[in-house]
């Protein structure tokens, strides 16, 4: 079956530094990619996606390129700032089914420190 | 509004009772679903709903129920609380296709002391 895998957290870094966050998966075809963020205390929020492959997802300086060649979805940012400390999901959308429920990776938390 | 609202927004309930969350959304999608978080385990899907007369289990049904009792609403029960059912519970919707993403609620926390 489908799989989404992240990177073990915390990821732990200084305000301004460039961040990554790895996510590949394992899907038929062509998924559809997310990135969703949680806030402490919030829910889910969606941050950004690409639906095949090659697109760029984008959105509040945070990007990510879907590499169907590598399997991958990295999440980066150049310079992150203390307001940036949550929880980072990486998701799937599968590309055929019909139900198109989604996979979830287990979640990477970033902690900036100033 | 938001437009996931889900009540409470904390629950602390005893062993044994029988507690309701509740859900609605002014998104007009016509998806619904229930969400499980524990830490490190991620999000487990619990139940989802396609439309009004449409209820599927998800990968950890057992010990839960839901109900559509409307386009907007979506409400999941536990009808005797166990403490393992300690947890954050998210409702979301989202569009029909592979390309929408989801929009959650703010989640209910919920302790079975």
């Known amino acids: 079956g489908d799989s989404v895998t992240q990177m073990e957290g915390p990821v732990t870094l200084s305000e301004e530094a460039f961040l990554t966050i790895n996510c590949t998966y394992t899907?038929?075809?062509?998924?559809?990619l997310f990135w969703y963020v949680q806030y402490p205390g919030e829910g889910l929020q969606l941050l950004l996606k690409a639906t095949k492959a090659d697109d760029k997802g984008s959105n509040k300086g945070f990007e990510a390129t879907y590499r169907k060649e590598t399997t991958s979805f990295h999440l980066e940012k150049g310079s992150v700032q203390v307001s940036d400390s949550a929880v980072y999901f990486c998701?799937?959308?599968?590309?055929?089914?019909?139900?198109?429920?989604?996979?979830f990776g287990r979640g990477t938390s970033l902690i900036v420190h100033p | 509004d938001a437009d996931v609202t889900q009540t409470p927004r904390n629950r602390i309930t005893k062993t044994g009772k029988r507690i309701m969350l509740e859900c609605s959304q002014t998104?007009?999608?016509?998806?619904m679903y229930w969400y499980r978080q524990d830490p490190g385990l991620g999000l487990r899907l619990i139940y989802y709903?396609?439309?009004?007369?449409?209820?599927n289990k998800g990968e950890i049904s057992d010990g839960y129920s839901v109900s559509r009792q409307a386009q907007a609403k979506f409400s999941l029960s536990l009808e005797s609380a166990i403490p393992n059912q300690t947890a954050l519970y998210f409702c979301?919707?989202?569009?029909?296709?592979?390309?929408?993403?989801?929009?959650f609620g703010s989640g209910t926390r919920l302790t079975v002391v």
């Open positions: 979301a919707t989202s569009g029909q296709g592979r390309n929408y993403g989801y929009t």
């Open positions: 899907a038929t075809g062509y998924p559809s």
């Open positions: 709903s396609f439309d009004v007369k449409d209820i």
């Open positions: 998104k007009g999608h016509d998806r």
């Open positions: 998701a799937l959308s599968p590309a055929s089914g019909g139900s198109y429920i989604p996979t």
